[in-house]
Structure formats: C-alpha cells, structure tokens
C-alpha cells in the first residue's frame, strides 16, 4: 500500500492549502522522518506567500526541497526539526534538523538532516536555519574587540544576530526596532535596546534587519566615520532610495550585503554549509533563544494562519508549527 503524508502548499499567492502526497519507501542512504516542529520564516516566507519573489532571483530564492514554481502552486519552506523513523542505524530515532518544507512525513538523503544536540529541544531547534544565517552574518561582519555596534530591526535574523554579538567580550550591542515591544526580546537576549530615534551612534558595525529603506537610512546615520552597515534584508520586488549623498562619502562609509546562500569568504576555506549549521544549534543550547518563538500553531491551521502573518495581523517573530503525531 502507499504511504501517504501531508504537505502545505501555496495554492497562488495569499493562498494555501493542506494537500495529502505520495510517500516513497527509503531506498539505501535515505531517511524517513516524522516532522515534530516545523518554522516559518517570516520575512522569507511570508514574502513567497503574497507573491513577492522577482521573476528575476526564481533560481536563487528555490528552497533545497522546494517543489512546484514560484509564483505558485509551491512547496516551500526550510526550517524542520523531525524524529528519524527508517533508515541507517546510527540515526533511527535521533531527532534531526533539516531544511524541509512543512509536510508530516518525508523521505531525503540521510546526509540533508544534521542531529540535534541531546542539549537543545526540539521545540527550539526550529531556529537553527535563522541562527545560521547569523552566524554567517558575524562572519562576514568581523566584529573586533570592543565594538560599538547596532543591530536594526528586531526580527527573527536580527535578534538572532543580536543575541551571538552578545557573547563577544566588551562590544556594545544594542538592538534598535521601531515597536517598543521588542525591549522585551532584547532584555530576554541580555542586550540594550532603543527606538530608533533613541539609538546611540558613532558606531563602528551597524547590522540592518529590518527591510525597510528608513531603517536603512537610520543604519548610516548612525555608524561612526568609516564605519560599515552589514545588510541583512532582502526586499524582494520592493526598490529602496538610499541616501548616498549629505556626508555618505566624506564619512567614508560602506554598506555591505549578506546572505546565508553562501558560506562567508571570511571562512570559506575552512567551514563547509554542515560545520555552519552544526555550530547554529550548538548555540541553541541557550534557553535565551526560546523568546525568539512568539506563536504556535498546528499543522492544520496553517492555510489561515499564514494570510494572518503575511498581512500583519499575527504580530510576532518565529510562527512554531505543532504537528501532533
């Protein structure tokens, strides 16, 4: 008989559906795992949601098990945490991560799913995906000793960034976000926190997280001479104007792009995409990440949640989905 499993999908943009797929047996080499948790990225995948990937960057934004096209009918998304059921030995009954979309059940090679450290719970690990970018993102930032930097936006990646930046020794971190609300997340981060009128300059690093062109012009304003803003967003279809004139270039001021896509250059040849993501949830361990989860859901619920979350109406970072065995 057919194993069947169930997978959300985006129908068309701004609307999703719970559809029942075929199931293949594991063949050598492969893995057949049960989903517990699933994530849902926010600023990513609520963009996909309401059909904002350009026609332009369909290759670059595919998910590793994406299946369908953009703008729809598609499988998408890639923060799975999930119990190993069949397949090698060493990994039946390891709980695992991997960058799967939201389905119950699924098959893939035993080398896509990474262990979860007996340290962190499974119900946290959903973040891995988001804290590797972070952690891809200092790489490519390079904080040094004693740093004055600002991160802008506190969202999923940001705070994410926030909270690794915060085990630097003797840097000032402050987390700057328009919604006073956020104070709570920075404190639970053990970092500072300001509105962005509020936030203290002549910063060496500001890291921008907010997809929003004033919180962008606010990261220039307040870096010190020769300082560097490390843009994290991604704007989709949106265009931005940049200030680039007033004293951008007597400033001497860089900004500089990031993306997880790649392994940082600053580490390129000595860390591959599994040494990344294996360091992002040896981080987890600390209970601190757990306020960047904000709403649960079940599985089921997701084809009305969603719109909620892409529209706005479901404040709130990580969206954790609940599949209930």
Known sequence: MQRVARAFWLRSPGHGEVREVALPDPAAG???VRTLFSGVSRGTETLVFRGGVPE???GVMRAPFQEGDFPGPVKYGYLNVGLVEEGPRELVGR????????QTRFVVPAGAVTPVPDSVP?????????????????????????DRIAVVGAGMVGASVAAVLARFPAVRVQLVDANPARADIARALGVDFALPEEAAGD??????????????????????????????SWYGDRRISLPLGEAFHSRRLVVRSSQVGTVSPA?????????????????????AFDALITAECAF???????PRLASGDLPGLCLRVRYDR
Not at 95 to 102: I, K
Not at 207 to 219: D, N, Q
């Open 203 to 232: 910063c060496d690093l500001v890291v921008h997280a907010s997809a929003t062109e004033e919180g962008l012009a606010r990261s220039l304003e307040l870096l010190a001479p020769e300082g560097t803003v490390l843009e994290l």
């Open 95 to 102: 709980t695992v991560f991997s960058l799967y979309p939201h």
């Open 56 to 58: 332009s960057q369909y």
């Open 267 to 287: 580490r390129g040849s000595r860390r591959t995409f599994d040494d990344r993501l294996v360091l992002a949830l040896d981080l987890l361990a600390d209970p």
């Open 30 to 32: 492969e893995v057949l």
């Open 300 to 306: 089921d619920e997701l084809p009305d949640v969603l």
């Open 122 to 146: 499974a119900s946290r690990a959903v973040l891995a995906g988001t804290v590797e970018t972070a952690v891809n993102a200092v790489w490519d930032a390079a904080p040094m000793l004693g």
